[in-house]
């Protein structure tokens, strides 16, 4: 069946990747910022294993939302596939309106972005941003985020400071996603009450009867901090390498795509690079339109190039 499968993949591979003129070789090394989520760990896995077939050297650097901008503006980092907006606006405003960075496509729509709790706290009465004051003893007034430097983070200390929702002597409880995820396994478990940093994809949706809060548009945006995923490159990537960014461009995601990809990371212990190859293994086609325009570095055919490590 899977031979099938491949067969009817490459097929429709053919013609795709046609040649371009080659790119020089400062364009080889592909540098990626991951600011330590494990969507990002997904997709910059998935585009770094197409990158290393046609030829390429993608790397990452683990950094903070605000050291990505920075290092994109000085040039020191390529392309950061994790721009949720709208909660991201006021992080990349800056670099968008002095011409550093670049927004070239959107390769998630349909995520969420903003504080969840755990479906027995919803039942209870928790079902909106102000709904938290009318209980602070409950929640021991802590609201659990991300890590330190993270927007949303920085959107949860700005509410506490201006007491809105009337969450003057609450505290932001500063971690990791893997942190922050931890104490809400722990509370679950025991049947306390917590309220936290919630978002999909991932697998804590699946893993946890979740309630997403209402009530927090100002700061996550509307519909339950309904979000878009962008890819964003440095200024100037595109003409000096044309190819990548063709690349990076046409990467389109899905939330099961990355919600299956992110529950092999998290619960079965494997590398990013191994769920994203598994994945594809068995959705080929899901590569075809990522190489529209595309060719290997040394402008070979991209579809040829890709079928070998999708099938090894």
């Not at 928790?126 to 409950?138: E, G, I, R, S």
């Not at 993270?150 to 942190?179: P, Y």
């Not at 990076?248 to 899905?254: A, Y």
Request: a negative charge; hydrophobic letters at 40%; one cysteine or more.
């Amino acid at each position: 069946m899977r031979k099938t499968i491949f067969a009817a993949a490459a097929i429709t591979l053919v013609g795709l990747g046609t040649a371009q003129a080659a790119e020089p070789e400062s364009c080889r090394k592909v540098r990626f910022s991951d600011v330590g989520w494990t969507d990002i760990a997904a997709t910059k896995a998935t585009a770094s294993l197409i990158l290393e077939a046609l030829g390429y050297q993608p790397e990452t650097q683990i950094l903070s939302l605000p050291v990505t901008y920075s290092s994109m503006k000085n040039k020191d980092i390529d392309v950061y596939l994790g721009d949720w907006q709208p909660s991201m606006e006021a992080d990349r405003k800056p670099y968008l309106d002095d011409n550093s960075i670049e927004v070239v496509g959107t390769n998630l729509a349909g995520a969420k972005y903003t504080f969840a709790v755990p479906k027995y706290v919803g039942d209870a009465g928790v079902k909106d941003f102000a709904d938290l004051q009318k209980f602070p003893d409950q929640f021991g007034r802590k609201i659990y985020g991300i890590e330190p430097g993270n927007n949303g983070n920085r959107m949860i200390q700005d509410m506490i400071d201006k007491d809105d929702f009337g969450l003057t002597g609450w505290e932001l409880v500063e971690s990791s996603e893997q942190g922050m995820l931890a104490e809400v396994e722990r509370a679950v478990r025991g049947n306390k009450w917590i309220v936290f940093l919630g978002w999909a994809p991932h697998p804590m949706n699946r893993e946890y009867p979740l309630e997403y809060l209402s009530g927090g548009d100002a700061y996550f945006g509307p519909n339950f901090g309904g979000a878009e995923v962008l890819t964003n490159i440095r200024a100037g990537y595109g003409s000096e390498c044309p190819n990548v960014v063709r690349l990076v461009s046409n990467l389109k995601f899905t939330l099961d795509m990355e919600n299956e990809m992110m529950a092999a990371i998290l619960d079965e212990d494997q590398e990013p690079k191994a769920a994203a190859k598994a994945w594809l293994k068995t959705h080929p086609d899901t590569v075809v339109p990522w190489l529209n325009g595309v060719t290997t570095f040394e402008d070979g055919n991209a579809a040829d190039a890709v079928k070998k490590v999708l099938i090894d």
